[in-house]
């Protein structure tokens, strides 16, 4: 078994790219080598090119593959008694790297000529020189008997050097024992680590001696479909039944996987790969609930990749870890606060992200994406103590429904998979829940089936009029938006880039438009609750804000008085969270600043009622209340003194 899932990486990480020859010309370069570049033809080239006189190095990030990629696909073509292996873990001084180095002398030469095996035994006088000249000379007399040896079979001294950023010493008198290796003593010397790593600890001393030890550095880089078929063969699944239900699941729903390690710039394969072990795990413990539901386990299981990601590479302090993994903080908006990540500035205009933060919001989003199905205590438990803790997950998957033949449907591949009985049934059931009991009322659903189902007529999939379908389906679209049946979405985007919707283009531009104005009246119907639900419950602050940041709320009102009551009811921290909402909607987008223009004229009413009551008061809160007259007066954020004169005096 172990020997297929070996043969299966090393295919995955097959290349084609050709190193340049280098005709012992000592070049400074990096490049990009992922699963379709060839790492190995790149090291086979500086094995066979003479008087290289430096070594190579393979950068990557932690988790990557890179000591896998050595140990079972470039080992193997170096040759297992040709190469000394070295893992820099701990070391400190020239004196541990020459211990390594001898130990794997000794340990070779297991071959008819055994020259190195024994070394110590086969060389009696050794040891006494040992004693005089240092270990040292006895790697460089058993580095010249071994080179001597291999020479006669046409073979070079190969060593690589392991875990480079975990030396624990000078680095600059590491690679410089390196080059010396590689320029004096001709052999050839592979170095993997981690750069970025190492640069932390010593940037300079590193930028400066890897100029001179290293000529060639490949980083190494996976694309996401490499990256998850490693991590599905590095899992160890404990039966077929269990192995199947998970490959299926992640391999039909692989582009979301691969959009998410494309957003997050994830090549892991660690983490990926412990992200599929733990969803084992918990298939394992819950089969009744996975098995109907692949729908919820995909969801579940980005959830919990996006939170391993999050936790592991960009949040891992036991500080942040704590943050993210405790299931009271249960919506993104809170979590986002508690890590640091400020959306506007203290005066209250839109922050500009770093891309580091825009990947850490983008995870959290994800893993706190949240429908009644997907929950996070038993997530979290598993992620936290690296086991599985019956009692967290015991309402982890009591809302996990069966999926829907229709979602069986919108899965093109698995549908065609089917004979045509199974097939048959599966699409009457749609048909039969979209145009009869018309209960799939989410737009962009209706909109994937359509594309699906109009697809399907001219591929010869189905026997339906193409005109008389594309009728039909416009004719439910209108019923249910009429019926106000239909879910309200904020914007759909469904297109991405694709050539969906190429055969109904006219049905997906209706239901862009369609939805825009359904949802927007749906808001403001729900809109006009804004100011009794923050009066019933002021923690709710942070969710209204977020929702209605688009909608005149302060124009929905039967007396002004009321809304001034709600707002002098908040607590100062609300109430200042409350007027850098109200800056961030001025700098915004410009449906947020139309919003403020509409509600502007009826919002005075507002201000005129705090301005009376606050005017010559002063503190905290009422700098606060202030601020709000003044934004709702001048739909800007600076403290203009000539307002503030003005109101003085009246």
């Given at each position: 078994?172990?020997?297929?899932?070996?043969?299966?990486?090393?295919?995955?990480?097959?290349?084609?790219?050709?190193?340049?020859?280098?005709?012992?010309?000592?070049?400074?370069?990096?490049?990009?080598?992922?699963?379709?570049?060839?790492?190995?033809?790149?090291?086979?080239?500086?094995?066979?090119?003479?008087?290289?006189?430096?070594?190579?190095?393979?950068?990557?990030?932690?988790?990557?593959?890179?000591?896998?990629?050595?140990k079972n696909i470039l080992l193997p073509e170096v040759g297992e008694s040709e190469a000394i292996y070295v893992s820099m873990?701990?070391?400190?001084?020239?004196?541990?790297?020459?211990?390594?180095?001898?130990?794997?002398?000794?340990?070779?030469?297991?071959?008819?000529?055994?020259?190195?095996?024994?070394?110590?035994?086969?060389?009696?006088?050794?040891?006494?020189?040992?004693?005089?000249?240092?270990?040292?000379?006895?790697?460089?007399?058993?580095?010249?008997?071994?080179?001597?040896?291999?020479?006669?079979?046409?073979?070079?001294?190969?060593?690589?050097?392991?875990?480079?950023?975990?030396?624990?010493?000078?680095?600059?008198?590491?690679?410089?024992?390196?080059?010396?290796?590689?320029?004096?003593?001709?052999?050839?010397?592979?170095?993997?680590?981690?750069?970025?790593?190492?640069?932390?600890?010593?940037?300079?001393?590193?930028?400066?001696?890897?100029?001179?030890?290293?000529?060639?550095?490949?980083?190494?880089?996976?694309?996401?479909?490499?990256?998850?078929?490693?991590?599905?063969?590095?899992?160890?699944?404990?039966?077929?039944?269990?192995?199947?239900?998970?490959?299926?699941?992640?391999?039909?729903?692989?582009?979301?996987?691969?959009?998410?390690?494309?957003?997050?710039?994830?090549?892991?394969?660690?983490?990926?790969?412990?992200?599929?072990?733990?969803?084992?795990?918990?298939?394992?413990?819950?089969?009744?609930?996975?098995?109907?539901?692949?729908?919820?386990?995909?969801?579940?299981?980005?959830?919990?990749?996006?939170?391993?990601?999050?936790?592991?590479?960009?949040?891992?302090?036991?500080?942040?870890?704590?943050?993210?993994?405790?299931?009271?903080?249960?919506?993104?908006?809170?979590?986002?606060?508690?890590?640091?990540?400020?959306?506007?500035?203290?005066?209250?205009?839109?922050?500009?992200?770093?891309?580091?933060?825009?990947?850490?919001?983008?995870?959290?989003?994800?893993?706190?994406?949240?429908?009644?199905?997907?929950?996070?205590?038993?997530?979290?438990?598993?992620?936290?103590?690296?086991?599985?803790?019956?009692?967290?997950?015991?309402?982890?998957?009591?809302?996990?429904?069966?999926?829907?033949?229709?979602?069986?449907?919108?899965?093109?591949?698995?549908?065609?998979?089917?004979?045509?009985?199974?097939?048959?049934?599966?699409?009457?059931?749609?048909?039969?829940?979209?145009?009869?009991?018309?209960?799939?009322?989410?737009?962009?659903?209706?909109?994937?089936?359509?594309?699906?189902?109009?697809?399907?007529?001219?591929?010869?999939?189905?026997?339906?009029?193409?005109?008389?379908?594309?009728?039909?389906?416009?004719?439910?679209?209108?019923?249910?938006?009429?019926?106000?049946?239909?879910?309200?979405?904020?914007?759909?985007?469904?297109?991405?880039?694709?050539?969906?919707?190429?055969?109904?283009?006219?049905?997906?531009?209706?239901?862009?438009?369609?939805?825009?104005?359904?949802?927007?009246?749906?808001?403001?119907?729900?809109?006009?609750?804004?100011?009794?639900?923050?009066?019933?419950?002021?923690?709710?602050?942070?969710?209204?804000?977020?929702?209605?940041?688009?909608?005149?709320?302060?124009?929905?009102?039967?007396?002004?008085?009321?809304?001034?009551?709600?707002?002098?009811?908040?607590?100062?921290?609300?109430?200042?969270?409350?007027?850098?909402?109200?800056?961030?909607?001025?700098?915004?987008?410009?449906?947020?600043?139309?919003?403020?223009?509409?509600?502007?004229?009826?919002?005075?009413?507002?201000?005129?009622?705090?301005?009376?009551?606050?005017?010559?008061?002063?503190?905290?809160?009422?700098?606060?209340?202030?601020?709000?007259?003044?934004?709702?007066?001048?739909?800007?954020?600076?403290?203009?003194?000539?307002?503030?004169?003005?109101?003085?005096?009246?």
């Open positions: 078994m172990f020997q297929e899932i070996i043969h299966k990486i090393k295919k995955l990480l097959g290349a084609t790219k050709k190193h340049p020859s280098t005709s012992g010309i000592k070049t400074h370069s990096e490049t990009i080598m992922d699963a379709k570049s060839n790492i190995v033809k790149a090291v086979k080239t500086y094995i066979e090119t003479p008087d290289t006189k430096y070594a190579i190095m393979i950068d990557g990030d932690w988790g990557c593959g890179k000591t896998f990629l050595w873990f701990g070391l400190k001084d020239i004196n541990d790297i020459e211990n390594e180095i001898f130990k794997s002398l000794s340990m070779m030469g297991a071959d008819d000529d055994g020259v190195l095996k024994g070394l110590l035994n086969s060389n009696p006088n050794m040891a006494e020189d040992i004693r005089f000249g240092g270990l040292g000379f006895a790697v460089q007399f058993g580095l010249k008997k071994w080179k001597e040896t291999r020479i006669k079979k046409s073979k070079r001294l190969f060593i690589c050097f392991d875990d480079l950023e975990r030396w624990a010493g000078d680095i600059e008198i590491c690679l410089s024992y390196i080059n010396k290796l590689a320029e004096h003593n001709g052999a050839k010397c592979l170095v993997i680590g981690n750069a970025k790593d190492i640069e932390k600890k010593n940037k300079n001393k590193f930028q400066d001696t890897k100029e001179k030890t290293i000529g060639f550095k490949y980083k190494l880089a996976y694309s996401p479909e490499t990256v998850l078929k490693a991590a599905i063969s590095l899992v160890n699944f404990p039966s077929p039944e269990c192995q199947i239900y998970i490959e299926n699941i992640l391999t039909k729903n692989s582009s979301r996987i691969f959009d998410l390690l494309t957003s997050a710039n994830c090549s892991n394969i660690r983490t990926v790969s412990t992200a599929i072990h733990y969803l084992t795990i918990i298939y394992s413990n819950n089969k009744e609930k996975f098995a109907p539901s692949p729908a919820s386990a995909i969801s579940y299981f980005i959830s919990l990749l996006s939170t391993l990601i999050l936790v592991e590479h960009h949040k891992n302090s036991n500080e942040d870890r704590k943050k993210i993994l405790d299931p009271s903080v249960n919506n993104s908006y809170q979590l986002t606060e508690k890590l640091g990540i400020k959306r506007h500035e203290d005066n209250g205009q839109l922050k500009k992200l770093t891309d580091e933060d825009r990947i850490i919001k983008h995870l959290i989003n994800t893993a706190f994406y949240q429908t009644n199905e997907i929950k996070l205590q038993g997530k979290f438990s598993i992620i936290n103590y690296g086991f599985y803790r019956a009692e967290d997950f015991e309402d982890e998957f009591t809302e996990w429904k069966e999926t829907e033949d229709y979602e069986y449907y919108m899965d093109t591949f698995k549908f065609w998979y089917l004979d045509d009985e199974e097939s048959n049934r599966i699409f009457s059931n749609t048909c039969s829940a979209m145009f009869e009991k018309k209960n799939i009322t989410h737009p962009s659903i209706l909109l994937l089936l359509t594309n699906r189902l109009i697809n399907d007529i001219k591929r010869g999939v189905v026997d339906l009029d193409f005109e008389k379908t594309k009728s039909d389906i416009r004719q439910l679209f209108e019923e249910l938006y009429e019926q106000k049946r239909m879910e309200p979405l904020r914007s759909i985007d469904l297109r991405g880039g694709t050539r969906r919707f190429e055969y109904c283009e006219e049905i997906y531009t209706y239901v862009v438009e369609k939805n825009k104005e359904y949802y927007e009246s749906s808001e403001k119907i729900d809109l006009s609750k804004f100011w009794v639900k923050l009066k019933e419950n002021p923690d709710s602050l942070n969710e209204l804000m977020d929702k209605y940041k688009s909608f005149e709320i302060f124009a929905l009102y039967d007396t002004p008085e009321e809304i001034a009551e709600v707002i002098e009811s908040l607590r100062n921290d609300q109430l200042f969270k409350l007027t850098r909402w109200m800056g961030s909607r001025i700098n915004e987008e410009q449906s947020c600043l139309e919003a403020v223009d509409k509600e502007h004229d009826r919002a005075q009413a507002i201000a005129e009622i705090l301005e009376k009551k606050y005017n010559n008061q002063y503190g905290v809160k009422a700098g606060h209340i202030k601020q709000i007259a003044r934004v709702i007066r001048n739909k800007r954020t600076d403290y203009d003194p000539e307002y503030i004169d003005k109101n003085k005096k009246t």
